[in-house]
Nanobody, 115 residues
Framework: VQLQASGGGLVQAGGSLRLSCAASANIFTFKAMHWYRQAPGKQREWVALITGGGSTNYADSVKGRFTISRENAKNTMYLQMSSLKPDDTAVYYC??????????WGQGTQVTVSS
């Protein structure tokens, strides 16, 4: 399984971006899909998840500002990010978790929020 993250870029504080994660497999077979991020000098942190049934959950730091979604027909997961803050600057990674709990990772996409 290959995951391709895209959509990152440079945006001003308060702006919006939408990240995409395209999978080479049928995403409806995954138990869950996640977004993680890693800021410079910091550990990778979990951002959001969406289950195969469509349930979602978010880290407190992004709750109310980010929305995770998936489009099974396109085998793609999204992360709509709004009200962006400089603290959201990081490389964002998508992750897919199989029913056997195997984890697959994308290559990451850089998000930079300027103040």
């Amino acid at each position: 399984v290959q995951l391709q993250a895209s959509g990152g870029g440079l945006v001003q504080a308060g702006g919006s971006l939408r990240l995409s994660c395209a999978a080479s497999a049928n995403i409806f077979t995954f138990k869950a899909m996640h977004w993680y991020r890693q800021a410079p000098g910091k550990q990778r942190e979990w951002v959001a998840l969406i289950t195969g049934g469509g349930s979602t959950n978010y880290a407190d730091s992004v709750k109310g500002r980010f929305t995770i979604s998936r489009e099974n027909a396109k085998n793609t997961m999204y992360l709509q990010m709004s009200s962006l803050k400089p603290d959201d600057t990081a490389v964002y990674y998508c992750n897919a978790e199989s029913l056997q709990s195997t984890a697959y990772w994308g290559q990451g996409t850089q998000v930079t929020v300027s103040s």
